[in-house]
């Protein structure tokens, strides 16, 4: 999953992505409303982390246009601490969630976490299909219990893909999706990363639809487990 950081403190704007980084997501950065606006515009977030106080854009204004647009990615704001009125404004702009400043980061890391699974229909932080167990949570990955070591590209694309089981989803899609803007990103590679995860699951999960792209069917209840 691939997130936007927008936040003109730049020390919160570091923790964020490096908190954000390490917890598996691929995550690009912006100080001000413009940049943060263009970026939300242009490129297939999977959420975003709006601050409202922002330099030459207020991240109302961002929301409000994304939303204008048609842009319908999770959003949440980060307010300040007794700005009641950020809530109300950023909720009617589109906004799906807040975190009043200052915050702990697991609160926010928990609540990027609802934000994604919400949007993708899921109902637990743990994604499981078959025998495989994806915690979103400790990024862990289990094949019948045993824990099974990925690099974070890996893991992302196993993420990605099991958030949006019984769908074809695109090279070009994983692409946008595990990558961040400043990667130098090659289409070869989603095949090969493919091939590891195959190998490193040991079981037959991810199918290639030819010419199309991947798919991890949903689960059916009969095989449950
Ligand atoms: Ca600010």
Same mark, same amino acid.
């Given at each position: 999953?691939?997130?936007?950081?927008?936040?003109?403190?730049?020390?919160? *704007?570091?923790?964020?992505?490096?908190?954000?980084?390490?917890?598996?997501?691929?995550?690009?950065?912006?100080?001000?409303?413009?940049?943060?606006?263009?970026?939300?515009?242009?490129?297939?977030?999977?959420?975003?982390?709006?601050?409202?106080?922002?330099?030459?854009?207020?991240?109302? $204004?961002?929301?409000?246009?994304?939303?204008?647009?048609?842009?319908?990615?999770? +959003?949440?704001?980060?307010?300040?601490?007794?700005?009641?009125?950020?809530?109300?404004?950023?909720?009617?702009?589109?906004?799906?969630?807040?975190?009043?400043?200052?915050?702990?980061?697991?609160?926010?890391?928990?609540?990027?976490?609802?934000?994604?699974?919400?949007?993708?229909?899921?109902?637990?932080?743990?994604?499981?299909?078959?025998?495989?167990?994806?915690? $979103?949570?400790?990024?862990?990955?289990?094949?019948?219990?045993?824990? +099974?070591?990925?690099?974070?590209?890996?893991?992302?694309?196993?993420?990605?893909?099991?958030?949006?089981?019984?769908?074809?989803?695109?090279?070009?899609?994983?692409?946008?999706?595990?990558?961040?803007?400043?990667?130098?990103?090659?289409? *070869?590679?989603?095949? +090969?990363?493919?091939?590891?995860?195959?190998?490193?699951?040991?079981?037959?999960?991810?199918?290639?639809?030819?010419?199309?792209?991947?798919?991890?069917?949903?689960?059916?209840?009969?095989?449950?487990?």
């Amino acid at each position: 999953m691939r997130l936007l950081i927008i936040e003109d403190d730049k020390d919160l *704007n570091r923790q964020l992505v490096s908190a954000l980084e390490d917890a598996g997501y691929a995550v690009d950065r912006a100080f001000d409303g413009e940049e943060g606006h263009f970026l939300g515009d242009t490129e297939p977030y999977d959420a975003v982390v709006l601050d409202i106080g922002l330099p030459k854009k207020d991240g109302i $204004t961002v929301l409000e246009e994304w939303r204008a647009a048609g842009h319908k990615m999770p +959003v949440l704001i980060l307010t300040a601490r007794d700005r009641w009125s950020d809530k109300v404004q950023g909720f009617d702009a589109g906004a799906d969630d807040y975190v009043a400043k200052p915050f702990h980061m697991e609160e926010v890391l928990a609540r990027l976490r609802a934000l994604l699974r919400r949007a993708t229909g899921h109902a637990t932080s743990e994604l499981v299909c078959g025998p495989v167990r994806l915690d $979103t949570k400790s990024g862990r990955v289990v094949v019948d219990g045993n824990p +099974v070591k990925l690099t974070s590209h890996e893991y992302r694309l196993l993420a990605y893909l099991m958030h949006h089981t019984g769908r074809v989803v695109s090279r070009q899609e994983l692409i946008e999706h595990i990558y961040d803007q400043d990667f130098d990103r090659d289409s *070869n590679t989603i095949e +090969v990363f493919v091939g590891r995860l195959r190998k490193k699951l040991g079981i037959d999960m991810i199918q290639t639809i030819r010419g199309l792209g991947y798919r991890i069917d949903v689960p059916s209840a009969a095989h449950g487990g």
